[in-house]
């Protein structure tokens, strides 16, 4: 059986984490005015309802701590690209052996363009032929770039809009790629 702490680190977990006791009650649907009793120790409440509230409390203080993660934390290191010479060809092979399906079109840390297995597949259905022109063909937008430090919580709202994000130095080097793939992996820490 897992030991809770005291109730009155209860009360100061709430606090640090700057949660009013209205707002712990309604997440858990408690009255406020039980939150307070528990608290300040005019009640002895049962076991099960102090769990529950230090479960609530823990889980927030586990989610906070994952979101200070920053860009350089989570991201790929090793960029797998394609230059703007290759073919289409190139990138989907390419994309076949590293099981990804997105790439940077990068040349010289310039950051030119982007392809996605759907638009490589959408145009091989349309004309076969194609897969053997060049990626400039059918290249889309450049992936956003953030520096190293963004926060997890901006990288998850750009990749709402594009398949990935590059990751520069603080000399505009890119050093990292972050895909939706990337942050569903802090989803095993939760």
Not at 56 to 64: F, N, V, W
Not at 147 to 170: F, H, Q
Request: proline share 5%; hydrophobic share 35%; charged share 30%.
């Amino acid at each position: 059986m897992k030991n809770f702490p005291h109730l009155s680190e209860i009360k100061h977990l709430r606090k640090k984490l700057g949660i009013t006791q209205k707002e712990l009650g309604e997440k858990l649907n408690i009255p406020q005015s039980t939150i307070s009793r528990i608290e300040n120790g005019s009640i002895d409440p049962p076991y099960s309802k102090i769990k529950i509230i230090y479960e609530c409390l823990e889980g927030e203080r586990k989610t906070r701590k994952k979101m200070k993660k920053q860009a350089e934390d989570i991201m790929i290191r090793h960029i797998i690209f394609i230059k703007p010479s290759s073919s289409i060809r190139d990138a989907a092979d390419l994309m076949n052996k590293h099981g990804i399906s997105q790439l940077p079109i990068l040349e010289k840390q310039q950051n030119l363009g982007s392809l996605t297995s759907k638009k490589i597949q959408k145009f091989i259905t349309e004309n076969p032929k194609i897969i053997n022109g060049d990626v400039s063909l059918i290249k889309e937008l450049p992936f956003p770039e953030v520096n190293r430090d963004w926060g997890i919580k901006d990288i998850s709202t750009l990749l709402e809009n594009y398949p990935a994000v590059l990751v520069k130095d603080e000399n505009y080097n890119f050093i990292g790629i972050i895909t939706d793939a990337d942050l569903l992996k802090l989803t095993n820490n939760y």
